[in-house]
């Protein structure tokens, strides 16, 4: 029996308000926490900073650059945070088009064009389809989030691949979206709460590399807002895909 089928029983609502209540508390807990590590930095940095012009010193440019680079955290930390309440809550209207495929996907790999060439990593694409029906902006915003993920997280000299087609998954017809890479993959451990906000297999990593740790939750619950999903499947030491599913109107 799936989790949608069980009937509404008042012990069954009474055990979802526990259960959306402890994750509410979590997730105050986890923003405060991920609020105050740069916060506490730039705090530490400004202090020093003061302390030296007071003392007649210039101040240092590298304890500057520490400011800007925490600040800066604070800032995607909370514009991501907006971001997904308001494709959570549903306030900010999906527009729906038909999108040239093969057009959107060549505009988000130019954009991260840059990143490969730094990482010396190849981005390559193919579509069997041509339109898909989405939102513009969330579509590049999930693609988006993919690739720069894939790119991340992969060694140097890894490829990667974006490809457009249809299946038949549960007896529905689907579009769907794949970004696969040929990095370390996943272990099996990580990949059920890989979508959860702030989940990361390497905080230290994640946020060294300006990451929020909130990507893959806006990805999931943009896909839910286009009544698709999104899948992850990875094998450790061959590599990642993650599937975006979007429902096959025609
Ligand atoms: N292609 C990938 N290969 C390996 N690990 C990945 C990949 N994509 C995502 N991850 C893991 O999933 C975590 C969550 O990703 P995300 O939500 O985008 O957060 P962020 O990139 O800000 O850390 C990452 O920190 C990383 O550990
Ligand atoms: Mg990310």
Redesign the pocket.
Known sequence: MTSDSVPPTDANVIEALKKAEKMRIEFVANVSHELRTPLTSIKGYTETILQDVEEGKTADPEFLKIILKNSNRLLALIN?LLDLSAIESGADELHRSELDTAEITAHVIKHLERFAESKQTLVEFKADIDVVLADPKRLDQVMT??I???I???PPKSKIMVSWSKEIRNQKKWIALR?S?N????PVH?LDR??E???????G???E???????????KHIMQRHDGQVL?D?TVGS??T?ICLFPDHQ
């Open positions: 991501d989030n993919l720069d993920n894939a991340k997280y992969c970004v890479d990095g370390l993959g996943i990580h890989l979508f906000r702030f989940y990361r297999m390497d905080k990593r994640s946020r590399m300006g990451g929020t740790g909130l990507g893959l939750s806006i990805v992850v990875s590599g990642t993650f």
